[in-house]
């Protein structure tokens, strides 16, 4: 694909601008789960992977993603629905494990607010999610999903330095005060909303 932009720009322009504005008029979200569906139609395993977790990032539920690949049976067949579920399975998301499915969102208790100093980044694992926790020198208190954007990888404490976080899959790079990603890709990390109760951090998923 990469030569053929380069010696045929013309018409291959044409055809990423008609991708680029193709369903400007659908909200992120309706986007997003049509993009999965396409993905496991051509069964493009990195592409699903990547998709389903911009279609999480947009705010899609597990239900959500589900009912999608399930209305679109007639299109998929059995084949590719089973052929997108076990891709679920191996990436062990907590949203479609069964346990969950039927779970609504509540806040989980993190650190003890103390814990966490002023320009401090730290890693946490509670119930089966990490979670970066960044708090600015002037006392602003970020909680990010540790899972790459990307193809939701999970991004170890490891591979902070400084304010750079790496994803080490494929070298995301995103700048940890912010969330934003500042190399290779363009999408940020996840935000988890955050509450402070009794000198305890909360954050919400």
């Known amino acids: 694909m990469n030569y053929l932009v380069r010696v045929r720009p013309g018409p291959f322009g044409h055809y990423f601008r008609f991708l680029k504005e193709a369903g400007t008029h ?26 389903l977790a911009r279609a999480l ?4 539920s597990a239900q959500e993603i589900l ?5 679109a049976f007639p299109a998929l067949g059995l084949t590719r629905i089973t052929w ?47 979670v970066f926790l960044h708090r600015s020198m002037e006392g602003e208190i970020r909680a990010y999903d540790s899972r790459c954007p990307h193809q939701v990888t999970d991004i170890p404490h490891l591979a902070l330095e400084g304010s750079r976080l790496t994803c080490p899959k494929h070298g995301w790079v995103f700048d940890i005060a912010t969330g934003h990603c500042i190399e290779k890709g363009e999408s940020p990390l996840l935000l988890r909303s955050t509450r402070l109760r009794e000198g305890r951090l909360e954050a919400f998923w």
Request: aromatic share 4%; net charge negative.
């Open 67 to 71: 009912d999608a690949l399930l209305m």
């Open 84 to 130: 997108a579920v076990d891709i679920l399975l191996a990436m062990d998301l907590p949203e479609f494990r069964p346990e969950n499915l039927g779970a609504q969102g509540h806040w989980h208790d993190l650190v003890a607010e103390a814990d966490l100093a002023p320009g401090a980044t730290i890693r946490v694992e509670k119930d089966g999610r990490g």
């Open 57 to 60: 990032r947009e705010g899609c």
């Open 26 to 51: 659908l909200d992120p979200r309706t986007r997003a789960l049509i993009s999965v569906i396409t993905k496991v139609h051509a069964q493009t395993e990195r592409g699903f992977r990547q998709y």
